[in-house]
């Protein structure tokens, strides 16, 4: 995966890292705000020598040196807090106070520096001044058991300091850490789910699975349950254009046997293949042609609901000999589009439609008509849409994006190679609506004649 392929990645998964991100700083936030501050107080020891002869001064030099880290461990001794806590009265163990403290020696220097940390600065200064005053005291003592005197001093060089600044936590730190943190968790989750995200999604995955381009990419529209149909947007609704680049692209699928009938079909149900199928049938009618619409799904059929036309007579009673054909069909009024429904479901739909009456049916409508969708169901869990797209002139995939998995798009062509019937291309469905408006550029004063006549204008086919 290289550099671009990581910016697509996050494009996508934008979501995902944003998420993340959040959740670290929710939490690093939240962490911060619950956490009892602690304040800190420095208090500095100074050891020395005191002796005049220059020769005793040099070994007690080295004595002090060598000890003064020795000095450092014992300042959390048991005996030094006992004698602070008595002295302050306070309510901490041993133990719990030699928790608070610090002790260390400065880099190549005689000097101990005492760091307290308690929620309560003034308390924290006043335990590290008694800390470093009864230090002093007891190295003093330790150095001269038998009262005698001792070259070793020890001074409180700086008294303990005050700071009203709590040293924890620290809130802007944590939630930098916590945000680089969670924005690394989160582009390692985005990769790992592109990575192990088998749907499709490219034009890449499309053609390297059907041998076909994508003559349609349709953007997703929150609007389509409520208003599914291309007369109820405006004329330049991204939605509408799509099927006007999928209308025009019809025109080149084929220029040598030009086809006029097509199956609509997709792998599984819930691609948006009646939709598609509708909408088709209705921009080809605004484009002048005369088209007509079949639902050819004998299971579950939905055309006839979405424009609102009668689903009780069509393709079965047609078959059957119960009506004729011209009979049968009925037009919407809305759009012009000629509709024939798909009868009364019968109990073996595809012995029905693998039928040369079906067969025969097709080629008299596609001699009717300029061009006949037919709405088929999906091609995985029925062999329906295969046996029509055989009788057909071909068929057109819908497939969802990121959803369809490229083993389902896989199998899907497989049944259509499978009747040697012909898969013209893929429709692609609820494409992110991001860079769609990259593809197509138009009019937009509505003073242009090319506006107010209806005509739309497209800059980049």
Known sequence: MDFKDLMRTARRRWKTIVALLLIALVAAGAYSFLVTPKYESHARVFISTDVEDSSEAIAASLVSSGRVSSYADLATSREIMEKVIAELNLEESPSELADMIKAEVEPLTVIIDINVTHPDPKIAQAIAQTEAEQLTKYITRIDAPNRAATPIRATVADPASYSSDPVSPRTLLNLVVAGLIGLVIGCGVAVLREITDNTVKTADDIRKITHTGVVA???????????????????????????????????????????????????????????????????????GRRVLLVDGDLRRPR????????????????????????????????????????????????????????????????????????????????????????????????????????????????????????LYGVVVNMAPRRGQQDYYYYYADESDPAIKSGRWVSLKP
């Open 217 to 287: 990419n349709i953007g997703y529209d929150s609007d389509v349950p409520s208003h599914p149909l291309l007369t109820d947007l405006n004329g330049f609704a991204p939605r509408a254009e799509a099927f006007r680049v999928l209308r025009t692209n019809l025109d080149y699928l084929d220029l040598d046997a030009q086809p006029k009938s097509f199956v609509i079909t997709s792998a599984l149900p819930g691609e948006g293949k009646t939709t598609t199928s509708t909408n088709l049938a209705i921009a080809l009618a605004q484009a």
């Open 303 to 422: 055309v006839a609901g979405l424009l609102g036309l009668e689903s009780k007579v069509g393709l079965t009673t047609v078959l059957v000999g119960k009506s004729s054909l011209v009979d049968s069909i009925q037009q919407h009024g809305d759009t012009g589009v000629d509709f024939l429904g798909g009868g009364p479901i019968p109990p073996n739909p595809t012995e029905v439609l693998q039928s040369n009456a079906t067969r025969d049916l097709i080629h008299k409508m596609r001699d009717m008509y300029d061009v006949v969708i037919i709405d088929a169901p999906p091609l995985l869990p029925v062999a329906d849409a295969a046996i029509l797209a055989r009788a057909a002139d071909g068929a057109l995939m819908v497939t969802r994006h990121g959803k369809t998995t490229k083993e389902q798009l896989h199998d899907a062509c497989q049944r259509i190679d499978q009747v040697d019937a012909r």
